[in-house]
């Protein structure tokens, strides 16, 4: 059972347009969230996070919503640019005894046409 | 530079045998992870360590097996009990207790 889900598999904008990125939580314990950023062939590299006692947190391009009631996190980018064309993982992490540990989505390819 | 080093990029295995994929960090971190990708699904944890000479099993360690002998170094194996090993395999790690993962480059491992 999925704990972590982003049901878009792929997602195409506009240059300059608003990229919406959306993730799905099931686990009420998560306590913080993170999003990555994977090109083919290469590892992910940590783009934002947010605490769950935060609804937002925002860097630069890149901005973090967080709904707790609803379960549901979202990447907001703007403006698009054709070098944010890549995968974007939501990941969530649990704290227990035997550490942190992340969950991750299946993932949404972003495509930025020019 | 500070970072996660894994090789090979691109690793072939035949029926039958086991290999083991390297991953080496420089960053004085404790924890370590490895992780699977198949193609268009997520990451999935397979082994994690979080100080030396200690690990443990995560989601799908079935037919895989690690050690953790140094800090630096958390080998990964897999073993000829894991009859889909095609994916692309990531090495990660953190500060104990870290919430952040910091990822290697990744291997390929496909099977002859």
């Known amino acids: 059972d999925q704990q972590v889900k982003q049901n878009s598999p792929s997602l195409s904008v506009q240059e300059g347009r608003i990229s919406i990125l959306n993730c799905d939580y099931t686990n009420s314990m998560f306590d913080y969230f993170l999003w990555y950023k994977k090109y083919p062939a290469e590892g992910p590299t940590f783009l934002i996070s947010?605490?769950?006692?935060?609804d937002k947190n925002e860097d630069g391009r890149f901005t973090v919503f967080l709904n707790k009631s609803a379960k549901h996190l979202s990447l907001h980018i703007v403006p698009s640019q054709p070098g944010d064309s890549a995968v974007y993982f939501c990941?969530?992490?649990?704290?227990?005894?035997?550490?942190?540990?992340?969950?991750f989505g299946g993932g949404t390819r972003l495509m930025v046409k020019p | 530079d500070g970072g996660i080093t894994q090789s090979p990029k691109y690793l072939f295995r035949k029926e039958g045998q086991n290999v083991t994929l390297s991953c080496e960090q420089n960053l004085n971190h404790d924890a370590m992870y490895w992780y699977r990708q198949d193609p268009g699904q997520g990451l999935r944890l397979i082994y994690y360590?979080?100080?030396?000479?200690?690990?443990q099993k995560g989601d799908i360690a079935e037919g895989y097996s690690v050690s953790r002998e140094k800090k630096e170094s958390f080998p990964l194996t897999v073993t000829s009990a894991q009859k889909n090993p095609t994916a692309f395999y990531l090495c990660?790690?953190?500060?104990?207790?870290?919430?952040?993962?910091?990822f290697g480059s990744g291997t390929q491992l496909s099977v002859l």
């Open positions: 947010i605490s769950s006692i935060k």
């Open positions: 990660a790690s953190s500060i104990y207790r870290g919430r952040r993962l910091f």
């Open positions: 990941a969530a992490l649990l704290s227990n005894n035997a550490g942190n540990m992340l969950t």
């Open positions: 360590s979080q100080i030396v000479n200690d690990f």
